[in-house]
């Protein structure tokens, strides 16, 4: 089945500074990549993502790209600011089953 | 739009005791997840609704977890006996597919303690 690893587990920025998340997966047949954005004791949100058709996609400070030949996508934060302080995670899904497949996380710190 | 309901929000109750976790998902929502979340990880698919019936539960610990969605719109999670290590928070999601394509929508969660 699907495995899905994140790095790095921690992640400490300054404020200003641009924040990478990285994620592998290993079933190439996942074709829907979502990152959600977890704030303490909150619901996970979903914040953006790409499907395998398309290799790059941006909305304002955030943006994902995806490496189906190597099989990993990263998030990227431009600009970070302290509301950017979160648990970040990424998942890999089959579109046809409906089941998202979820990394560890990634505790994103920002440092004012 | 109204987001997913999940009651209680906190429930402490000590092992071996029975818990009961409610959820209802977005109007015209046919998919529901129940996820465990251990405190500093991922969310735990334990078992998938489409309508009223299960697509997947083999991460479900059926000698002591049990679920149901009978009329295809709000759903229960129970715990009997509930042990040490089911202290965790317990997200409830949906997702309108097919036109979705997977994007799941969150509940705010009922945190339990087992003591």
Redesign the interface.
Known sequence: GENVEQHPSTLSVQEGDSAVIKCTYSDSASN?F?WYKQELG?????II?I?SNVGEKKDQRIAVTLNKTAKHFSLHITETQPEDSAVY?CAA?I?S????I????TKLIIKP | EAGVAQSPRYKIIEKRQSVAFWCNPISGHA?LYWYQQIL??????LI?F?NNGV??DSQLPKDRFSAERLKGVDSTLKIQPAKLEDSAVY?CAS?P?PES?????????TRLSVL
């Open positions: 829907y979502p909150k619901r996970p949100q979903l993502d499907r995670f899904s579109e089953n409906y089941q998202l979820w990394g560890a996380g | 998919t500093g990880q991922g969310p735990k698919l998938q489409q697509v997947d997200l997702s597919d394509k997977n994007i799941q929508y969150f509940g705010a969660g």
